[in-house]
């Protein structure tokens, strides 16, 4: 066994978040750990890596007993880690990024930049990814940014490679190279340890499964033994009905358009999109990474400037200046980058939820405590956020409750049309159906949805109908009973034919 972590528990502040957890990895294997929003896995590795020290327990790495009190001791025992939120110095380059506390000197001791950036460039050639290894970090989209995290890892000749969910920022082709490179780690006897929550991802890539509830390990078992209704149902804890179609069949044709895009344009990365998104609708937009998406929903909400094309609100032509003049219309925008725009992390709970209804909580400059606390309660319930109470650091919650934080902050305001950029990322397979049924009932009360996806299932679960943009213009747009996983596919490669 390469290694055995047994009985781990951990509170803070009184409140446990691990009680009794245990895992155990063999060399090469590739173990996916799973469980709900909260369930103690990111806990469970920061102890192992030694960013958290353990209350009790016991950690055995090749056969002996290691207590790693910083993050550097376990990497040089060669435990190498991917963190959900992904941890580049943002301002330096690609390069130094990647050979980050390792730089190549030369022979005269001095930083060989050469070494470097050939160095950085190889190894990111492996990932298919050919970038300007000279530029900041900060200059690249999220999936790029956590290909360099991982090829930074593989460049660390790690024995134990830590992904805590590493796909979610990551398209199709961009998740086949990932999983490439985890098959040549394990063909190496490199271990794998892979946080995730898109089941047939872990289906596809990983031999076991750790299951997490509550804290505690709840079972352990090959992959192949383990029915994927059987492993949802040891993460719940119950039986989970079926992800139910919640999608409406036709009806909302003949509702007014509330938003409408015609040949939208800024920049090169949205050239050419038309949308329409109805009175009561979840629209659905769709696209491979790059295709322009979140670029169309800054535009639609006012960050980037309108270039070319037209964007009508309630028939009222528009062109916005910045977000408040698209929020004075009514406008919410639920960003996909929870760490860059979203959240306050020293923050509590309350103010990042309440954050957006601010101005409208003050009378005469005093907020409405009482009002505030009662709108923070609903949201804490309807979403089923995790936590100690609603005065906590956000920081301190999970990622799948962060995202359901920053979901809450958006709906409060009450908007008459949302747009959301990826809703469920990061959110485990129980709460993902909650908010999409939030989602349906809100757009039954009349909310205007457009749902930004990756994931197929959601938007053929969720979506009215769905926009794919191909290369920042639109290239399909699906009614309902046009929506299936090959027409969309065919769709976002842009196979017309
Ligand atoms: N620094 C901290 N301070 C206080 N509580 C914390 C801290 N870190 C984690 N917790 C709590 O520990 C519990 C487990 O959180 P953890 O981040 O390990 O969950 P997770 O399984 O990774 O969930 P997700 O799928 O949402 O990422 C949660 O209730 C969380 O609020
Ligand atoms: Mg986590």
Redesign the pocket.
Known sequence: MLLSMQDIS?A??G?A??RSASLSIAEGEVMALV??????????I?ILTGA?QRDTGLIRLEGEDVVFATPGQSQARGIATIY?EINLAPQRSVAENIYLSREPKTRFGLLDRRAMRDGAAAVLKTFNLDIDVDLPVAHFSAATRQMIAIARAVTQKARLVIM??PTSSLDEREVAILFQTIRTLKKNGVAVLF?G?RLDELYEICDRVTI?RD?QTVAESAMADMPKMELVRHMLGKELAAFEAIARDGGSEAKPVRLLADGVGSGVRVRDVSLTVREGEISGLAGLLGSGRTETARILFGVDRLQSGAIRVDGRERDYNEPADAIADGIGLVSEDRKIDGIIPDMSIRENMTLALLPKLKKAGIVDRARQQEIVTHYIKALGV???SPD??I?????????KVLLARWLCTDPRILIIDEPTR???IGAKAEILKLLRRLADEGLSVLMISSELEELLAAADHVTVLSDGRSVAALKRNELSETALLAAMAHQVN
């Open positions: 951990k803070f502040s409140v978040a691990l469980g709900q929003n909260g369930a103690g896995k990111s806990t469970l920061k958290y959900q805590d969910e946080i929550h997490m804290g995790k936590c100690a906590q650091p920081k301190e919650l999970s990622g799948g409750n962060q995202q990061g959110i485990d």
